[in-house]
């Protein structure tokens, strides 16, 4: 890591901080990780140089992290930055519809990923031997760079990673879940995607990896409590997936102030509808169903998986749970960040 990435990951952590949170220091998964994925993959073998406090990219990603921190924000756009698995897509489609006067028929016409594209996922050197249709499908920082404003922008970057001046340019939405339903989706999201090269592993195996912060992305609470302590910031929402799945009239009023864009009874309406799990997942711009098609994703399961709060309750056995409620409560006894997690969600 050049010297100029750790002191601009060093000043933003020390920004706005409340409490005190363990220091990143930045790992890349080893070049073994991105060797062509198989049933067999070692996932502990391809993650040895991650190490506990360290966070994990892809060396893809980490080759280009000068490029995240650098890249240019206007201050007209609206970012979606989170923990994966977090109700990311939902909130995009959200943030993306309050920008556009809610219009579904626009919305339609290009994929979510078009629309309000993935920071960091692809870059333009692998794009060129992307198949066609992935080019049109998600767009590079090049692509970004150059979209017409307003933009909204998606990315799971931690803020050490992410522009320094971000907050204090546009408008961010933060959108946090419980870590137990984001470990079962983030586990069904590593068996669904060929490239995370999981297809073998069990969820209980999945989950260690994950508490061990050796899984793409991972630390999740350092992630999670530097937005936490940023919340006060006037142009940081901070949201919770749980408040989403209980009251979304409520949490669209909310991104809607914030965002600046308020809505007609009208909108509301049809803004609740179009953002329902069961409308959403069959929502052929929003659903990923395209992976499908393209290869890169399995033909078994979906990416809109079930869309609950408490799903791991079906997943976790009393000994493995037991072990998670232990991590989480080490991890939060120094903060004021608290969960919903019991919750038995009925759509
Ligand atoms: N409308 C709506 N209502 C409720 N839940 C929804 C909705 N849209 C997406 N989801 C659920 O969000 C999970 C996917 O999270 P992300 O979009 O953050 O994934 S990613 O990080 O961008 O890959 C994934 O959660 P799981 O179903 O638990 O796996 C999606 O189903």
Redesign the pocket.
């Known amino acids: 890591m050049s010297q100029e990435v750790k002191k601009m990951q060093e000043e933003n952590l020390d920004k706005g901080k409340e409490k005190p949170i363990p220091k990143f220091e930045f790992h890349s998964i080893p070049e073994t990780r991105t060797a062509p994925f198989t049933e067999n993959f070692n996932f502990a073998e391809g993650l040895a140089l991650s190490e506990p406090g360290g966070f994990v990219l892809t060396p893809e990603f980490g080759r280009h992290v000068d490029e995240f921190i650098n890249f240019k924000i206007r201050k007209d756009d609206a970012w979606v930055v989170?923990f994966?698995?977090?109700?990311?897509?939902?909130t995009?489609e959200m943030v993306w519809m309050l920008i556009n006067n809610c219009d579904a028929e626009l919305a339609k016409q290009k994929p979510l990923t078009v629309r309000a594209p993935f920071l960091e996922v692809t870059r333009v050197e692998n794009m060129e031997s992307a198949p066609p249709e992935m080019t049109t499908f998600m767009p590079s920082v090049e692509v970004i760079d150059k979209m017409h404003s307003p933009r909204v922008i998606?990315s799971?970057l931690p803020f050490f990673l992410l522009p320094s001046n971000l907050l204090d340019t546009c408008k961010v939405v933060y959108?946090a879940?419980n870590p137990k339903?984001v470990i079962?989706?983030f586990y069904?999201?590593h068996k669904l995607m060929k490239m995370q090269g999981f297809s073998g592993g069990s969820l209980e195996n999945f989950a260690d990896f994950f508490m061990k912060d050796q899984v793409i992305f991972c630390p999740y609470f350092p992630h999670i409590l530097d937005a936490w302590a940023k919340r006060t910031h006037p142009n940081l929402l901070f949201i919770f997936?749980e408040d989403?799945?209980k009251n979304l009239r409520g949490e669209v009023e909310k991104v809607a102030s914030f965002l600046g864009k308020p809505l007609t009874e009208e909108n509301m309406t049809k803004l609740l509808e179009h953002?329902?799990?069961e409308n959403?997942?069959k929502n052929e711009s929003v659903n990923f169903e395209i992976g499908k098609k393209i290869g890169f994703m399995n033909q078994d399961g979906a990416?809109?998986?079930?869309?609950?709060t408490g799903?791991w309750k079906n997943h976790f056995s009393p000994e493995l749970n037991r072990r998670i409620d232990a991590w989480v409560e080490s991890n939060l006894a120094e903060t004021d960040l608290r969960f919903e997690m019991e919750l038995e969600q009925q759509d």
Not at 84 to 90: A, H, N, R, V
């Open positions: 989170t994966p698995k977090c109700g990311t897509t939902w995009q998606k799971h959108v879940r339903d079962v989706s069904h999201h997936y989403m799945k953002l329902k799990f959403i997942s990416f809109m998986r079930k869309g609950k799903d």
